[in-house]
């Protein structure tokens, strides 16, 4: 079965300060892509950063990276000064890209950013 | 460029009725997924339509359908309708069925009592 464990059920960190999200998945397949997806109070689901499973390279956006250890199928979120606005549902998820392209979910953390 | 739209935004049904909710997808795309997230947890793939057809389906039985027209716009019906069937119902939209990236609409809150 391809599962996603998101194990922090909630984080709260102060603002300007630097917070790291886990994950871990699950699969047999060698060719899938792995997302951080925000969630805000709004519900509309936005994509923080994505990776490519063949790429060694973490990937980052801006204040955003990640920690991608494929042999240990971790994929951690790093936010960096982090804003009042980055308070939100954190979920992790990845696809496997010779299936029919969904998406596999973890259960998402929720990050509180303190003023 | 429109982004992807959903309606309605929220709804209260009764166990055993029907429900149909409707997505508009983002503009140039052909494929529409359609995602169950309960509260307090993650989505779940339902379902998804290229071109008009059904291209995968998840672990939902088949009370749970789907329609896209020709203008790539989708409907997904509920019959029969659970308590457990209660939960946030999110619609994405993306350029093909090949493609990694999905545009999220808004989510319609589903309440069945």
């Known amino acids: 079965a391809q599962t996603v464990t998101q194990s922090q059920p909630e984080m709260s960190v102060q603002e300007a300060e630097t917070v790291t999200l886990s994950c871990t998945y699950d699969?047999?397949?060698?060719?899938?892509?792995l997302f951080w997806y925000k969630q805000p109070p709004s519900r509309q689901m936005i994509l923080v950063i994505r990776q490519e499973a063949y790429k060694q390279q973490n990937a980052t956006e801006n204040r955003f990276s990640v920690n991608f250890q494929k042999a240990a199928k971790s994929f951690s979120l790093k936010i960096s000064d982090s804003q009042l606005g980055d308070t939100a549902m954190y979920f992790c998820?990845?696809?496997?890209?010779?299936?029919?392209?969904?998406?596999?979910w973890g259960a998402g953390t929720k990050l509180i950013i303190k003023p | 460029e429109t982004g992807v739209t959903q309606s309605p935004t929220h709804l209260i049904k009764t166990r055993g009725q029907q429900v149909t909710l409707r997505c508009s997808s983002q503009s140039g795309h052909n494929t529409v997924s359609w995602y169950q997230q309960a509260l307090g947890q993650g989505p779940q793939f339902i379902f998804q339509y290229y071109r008009e057809e059904e291209n995968g389906r998840g672990n939902f039985p088949p009370r749970f359908s789907g329609l896209q027209f020709p203008n790539y716009s989708s409907e997904l019906n509920v019959n029969a309708l659970e308590l457990d069937d209660s939960a946030l119902y999110l619609c994405a939209s993306s350029y093909s069925t090949g493609s990694y990236e999905q545009y999220f609409g808004p989510g319609t809150r589903l309440t069945v009592t």
């Open positions: 699969t047999s397949e060698n060719n899938y892509y």
């Open positions: 998820a990845f696809m496997v890209l010779d299936s029919n392209y969904q998406l596999i």
